[in-house]
């Protein structure tokens, strides 16, 4: 994987073979990064990143000069990976060790972006879950939005708040706001 813009713009990240994780493939990473320019000021934003695996898109946000990043993942040697690479690369990326929807149960801070890349095969109603607690917890501010990439096998667009989707190749990114922009 590499780091798309920014000031590691080209940087690419080699991330251990015995981490159970699927990151972002670089062209659709691009893709969605071009639309999430078109709403925010990557500088003046909070992000979360869900299920953040290798911490790919928590890089390219921060590269992009996102002040506040809270990476969120169960599994401890990415956790480990994250954190080593973002002091490597001077990134301040806090990083939580915890289940993902524990974590929304319990958390109170709100987010500009809210990135979920779960398994593809994670159940339907998990899927679910995610917008769910996100909206129900408050979790993003008003202008907030919520991606969740999953494979094209999988809709999410009868789910409340959706907005819009993007598909690239095997994957979709489907986008959840309190207002429609489009």
């Not at 929304?104 to 769910?132: G, N, T």
């Amino acid at each position: 994987m590499r780091i798309i813009s920014g000031k590691h713009k080209g940087k690419r990240i080699q991330a251990p073979s015995n981490l159970p994780v699927r990151p972002t493939a670089d062209m659709q990473k691009e893709a969605l990064f071009n639309v999430i320019n078109n709403y925010y000021n990557f500088d003046q934003i909070a992000l979360l990143d869900l299920f953040a695996g290798t911490g790919n898109i928590s890089y390219e946000f921060a590269s992009r000069g996102t002040p506040e990043i809270t990476a969120v993942d169960v599994h401890f040697g990415c956790v480990n990976f994250i954190q080593k690479t973002a002091k490597e690369l001077n990134f301040d990326i806090l990083t939580i060790k915890s289940d993902v929807f524990s974590f929304l149960e319990k958390s109170h801070q709100q987010y500009d972006v809210i990135f979920a890349d779960p398994p593809y095969d994670l159940d339907l109603k998990l899927f679910e879950k995610i917008p769910q607690l996100v909206f129900e917890k408050e979790l993003l501010t008003d202008v907030g939005m919520l991606i969740v990439e999953h494979s094209k096998h999988t809709s999410l667009e009868k789910i409340p708040h959706f907005s819009f989707q993007k598909n690239y190749g095997g994957s979709v990114f489907s986008f959840f706001e309190f207002i429609s922009k489009i």
